[in-house]
Each structure stands twice: as structure tokens, then as C-alpha cells.
């Protein structure tokens, strides 16, 4: 299995409250990706990095922010969190050469 | 705007069935279409295809993609209950990587 895990893997928060999820990831890929899975939607791609300090947003990127100071770190930041951004959070990432994309475990968040 | 639909939503088959999931596509900047398997956890990586016609296999499972008529079919023969799980399509675009997942079928196999 590639190297990549993600913390906290269950987070129960307050409206308001800033969150920060952590990737970390052993393999060296330059590829890093953050999606949230909720029931009918699938996979969301929130943001994604493609290299150090080299960041873009995907297609449902409001009130998130990410930050890559390290190949290894990916952070996605709720700025003030909100029910809605109540779901399932994974964290991916790629090989240039190959594009495979692997998942890391998952972060379940409660926004109450 | 891009779009990756799948079908059927959902499926219930008996042990022993064979099943054919679909995935169509209008993405630009196409560079490979992928499915990934879903078991209660993180997806799990099945197949890559970036050419069309040529059939790719893993055991009971195979996959085939046309980029004239943008889709493409999962195979899975002789269906057990450990097949059951989540299938995902995504499509890999040229640009930075970035890929579209669909929604997904749900595949149920009873004994």
C-alpha cells in the first residue's frame, strides 16, 4: 500500500471553529489532491497541489485552504466551519509517470 | 463543464452472475479514463485505460475503453460477494492531473 495517511481520522467540531486536516504522505509523489465523498455526489475534488507551495482549486473549494510547505505535508484548512462541510475527507496522491491516484484512509467530520 | 456519468446507480446480482458497468464522458483534455473499487474505506485502485479497443484484465475483471463514442464498460465474470462495493469511474485530464470521479455504481452480490 502507498505510504499516505491522513489525521485526524474522526473530528467532531463546532460551527465557527477553524479545522485543519493533516496528509502526509512517504512516497515522494509530486501529485497531492484533497476531495470530500458524500452520499450521490462521489468524489470531490476540493484542491490540489502539484508541487511545493504549488496550489489550485478544484471544483468545490469554497471555504477551504490548503498549504504544501513540504512535498511530504498537505494541509486542507476550514476557515470557519459549517454543516455543511459535514462529510468524508481523502487525501491522494499521484506519481508524475504513472497517474494512478492512491487514497489515504479518510477523515470523517461532524460540523455541529 | 466537465462530466463523468455512470450507470447503473445501483445493482443487486446473484453469486455467479456477470456484471457490465457503464461510464460515459465529456471531459476535455482527455488523458485516461480509471476505475477504482470502494469497499466501506478508501477507493482502491482496478484499471487505467488511455487507449481505445484494447481490453485490460485482472482476473475476473476486465475493462475497455472507446474515446470515439467516450465511454467505456467494467467487466466482472463469475461474481462473488466479496465483489460487492462501490465501482468509480474517473476520467484523468492533461492538465496538472487533475481527475473528475462519477458518482459511482453500488454492486450488491448475494449469495
Known amino acids: 500500500d502507498a505510504g499516505i495517511t491522513q489525521s485526524p481520522r474522526h473530528k467532531v467540531t463546532e460551527t465557527g471553529t477553524p479545522v485543519t486536516l493533516r496528509c502526509h504522505q512517504t512516497e515522494n509523489h509530486r501529485y497531492m489532491y484533497w476531495y470530500r465523498q458524500d452520499p450521490g455526489h462521489g468524489l470531490r475534488l476540493i484542491h490540489y497541489s502539484y508541487g511545493v507551495k504549488d496550489t489550485d482549486k478544484g471544483e468545490v473549494s469554497d471555504g477551504y485552504s490548503v498549504s504544501r510547505s513540504k512535498t511530504e505535508d498537505f494541509l486542507l484548512t476550514l476557515e470557519s466551519a459549517t454543516s455543511s462541510q459535514t462529510s468524508v475527507y481523502f487525501c491522494?496522491?499521484?506519481?508524475?509517470?504513472?497517474?494512478?491516484?492512491?487514497f489515504g484512509p479518510g477523515t470523517r467530520l461532524t460540523v455541529t | 463543464e466537465d462530466k463523468v456519468v455512470q450507470s447503473p446507480l445501483s445493482l443487486v446480482v446473484h453469486e455467479g452472475d456477470t456484471v457490465t458497468l457503464n461510464c460515459s464522458y465529456e471531459?476535455?483534455?482527455?488523458?485516461?479514463l480509471l476505475w477504482y473499487k470502494q469497499e466501506k474505506k478508501a477507493p482502491t485502485f482496478l484499471f487505467m485505460l488511455t487507449s481505445s479497443g484494447i481490453e485490460k484484465k485482472s482476473g475476473r475483471l476486465s475493462s475497455i475503453l472507446d474515446k470515439k463514442e467516450l465511454f467505456s464498460i467494467l467487466n466482472i465474470t463469475a461474481t462473488q460477494t466479496g465483489d460487492s462495493a462501490v465501482y468509480l469511474c474517473a476520467v484523468g485530464k492533461t492538465s496538472y492531473d487533475k481527475v473528475i470521479f462519477g458518482p459511482g455504481t453500488s454492486l450488491s452480490v448475494i449469495p
Open positions: 491522494a496522491i499521484s506519481d508524475q509517470d504513472t497517474y494512478e491516484q492512491y
Open positions: 471531459v476535455t483534455n482527455f488523458r485516461s
